[in-house]
């Protein structure tokens, strides 16, 4: 019997070896190669990465578009700058993130309502928080995104800091051309007050209270104002956001019973801010009241099952909010909003 097995092995032996000598001979036909010999190596193509992403809310038609794709410092102090920094990397690692960098999205959304082209704030443009080459996108990705800046009805600003209104004008003339701009009343008057402007030549208030005075005081007589409760279309409803500057609003969308929570920048990192809201952030210009408007807004988003478009949440800055323990939780979106 033994020598059976033996036998038995031998053969299995020769097969294996014939079947990987026949391998390499059809290796060496097909390709040219000897076995041994060094494949040429492929070039390196580069990072690729979708830059808009658009889906269905009833009749409407949403379109995130990336307007920067920067890795900065961060996310203390923008997130966290009342904590020591340790607790702030501490918390990253946990989420398997690295401690000291991030890169934020900046989203600007398209909502096609069937009667009206509408875009929710406008990006970097030339000024911006992330200037070009590597922000200020929006105007290069319209066209791919398959709009042309002519084609917008309105413009709404969620609120005046660069990140959000550089876009306005490109070259130095408005880039949509045919477009009526919104924007809070209250945020309006903020900013066309000279408080901002005694602010620290350095700081983002004072750069934001020059910006807008060159891309949105020119805007006056296509500006409509408005306050929390007032629609910017059918459908499309003004929420109080107040704290990250006087007049923050975010936006509540409704179409054939479909329900979305734009909130613009009631969150800077999608797991810092939502897990600690009381921490400050860096540019909330009222600490408190920012802090309170991150648990309201978390809390409805949580409560309601809300989908949530965030300015700043990673691209497509599209997904949802789950409680846990004293904060919450950013779901990014997978194929919820495709069925």
């Not at 494949?39 to 409407?60: C, I, K, N, Q, V």
Request: aromatic residues 10%.
């Amino acid at each position: 019997m033994a020598d059976g097995v033996k036998r038995r092995k031998l053969e299995m032996t020769r097969r294996e070896a014939l079947t990987a000598a026949a391998g390499a001979t059809l290796l060496t036909l097909s390709t040219g190669l000897s076995v041994g010999q060094a494949r040429a190596a492929a070039p390196y193509l580069g990072a690729s990465y979708p830059t808009h992403y658009r889906f269905r809310l009833g009749g409407f038609e949403i379109t995130t578009i990336m307007d920067a794709r920067a890795m900065i410092d961060g996310p203390w102090p923008i997130v966290g700058e009342d904590q020591p920094q340790e607790k702030m990397e501490a918390l990253m690692r946990e989420n398997l993130l690295p401690p000291a960098r991030f890169r934020p999205g900046f989203t600007p959304t398209v909502v096609n309502t069937g009667k009206e082209l509408i875009l929710f704030d406008t990006g970097n443009g030339d000024d911006g928080f992330v200037p070009r080459p590597d922000g200020g996108w929006l105007a290069a990705q319209l066209g791919p995104a398959g709009f042309k800046p002519e084609d917008f009805d309105v413009v709404v600003l969620t609120h005046c800091h660069p990140d959000h209104v550089g876009g306005l004008l490109e070259g130095g003339k408005p880039l949509f051309p045919n477009a009526r701009t919104v924007i809070g009343a209250k945020e309006f008057d903020f900013w066309r007050s000279d408080v901002a402007l005694s602010a620290d030549k350095e700081s983002n208030d004072y750069n934001s209270a020059v910006l807008f005075r060159s891309h949105v005081a020119p805007l006056d007589e296509k500006l409509t104002r408005i306050k929390p409760g007032d629609s910017v279309a059918p459908g499309i409803e003004a929420v109080a956001a107040f704290g990250h500057t006087p007049g923050h609003l975010a936006f509540h969308l409704e179409s054939e019973g479909k329900q979305l929570l734009l909130w613009a920048d009631c969150a800077h990192h999608e797991v810092a801010s939502l897990a600690r809201p009381d921490w400050h952030a860096l540019f909330d210009m009222d600490k408190e009241q920012g802090a309170e408007t991150r648990r309201k807004i978390y809390a409805m988003a949580a409560s309601e099952r809300l989908p949530v478009v965030g300015y700043h949440m990673s691209f497509p800055s599209v997904g949802f909010v789950e409680k846990q323990g004293s904060g919450y939780r950013w779901v990014p979106v997978t194929y919820q909003l495709d069925l």
